[in-house]
């Protein structure tokens, strides 16, 4: 007897609780949907700061993928003999070469030098030093 005693009484909690939501009064309707709008909201802004914090790593992810790629391509190294090299270092620092190429350049096409940069100097294989 004791036991159906417990079991009535643990029904009777659950219904009284039920009781609330189905009343249909406006307090227990707003009680519910302010809950209801609370966990939607609460949702919607975790998932934010997940696609946030996605998109913050991003950065890292690429860093290892560009580091993944440096390793796996072989270093290039210049020909022993390349002259060439040591030529564009040694006039791409003379600012008045660079001028006079870059007025050539200009009055070759018939326009101004504003526009135009130049970015790298090489001797071209073959061409005559006078």
């Excluded at 406006?26 to 802004?45: M, R």
């Excluded at 135009?116 to 073959?126: A, E, K, Y």
Aim: hydrophobic fraction near 50%.
């Amino acid at each position: 007897m004791n036991l159906n005693m417990a079991t009535q009484q643990v029904q009777a909690e659950f219904t009284d609780m039920g009781a609330g939501e189905t009343d249909g009064s406006v307090g227990a309707l707003l009680e519910s949907a302010s809950v209801y709008s609370a966990i939607g909201i609460g949702t919607v802004f975790s998932v934010l700061v997940f696609i946030s914090l996605l998109i913050a790593c991003f950065k890292f992810i690429h860093k290892w993928e560009s580091g993944a790629s440096v390793k796996a391509e072989p270093v290039k190294t210049p020909a022993p003999g390349a002259p060439a090299a040591a030529a564009s270092a040694e006039l791409s620092g003379d600012a008045e070469l660079v001028a006079v190429i870059t007025a050539a350049i200009a009055a070759y096409e018939g326009t101004s030098s504003n526009g135009l940069v130049v970015r790298s100097i090489r001797r071209v294989q073959g061409s005559v030093r006078r």
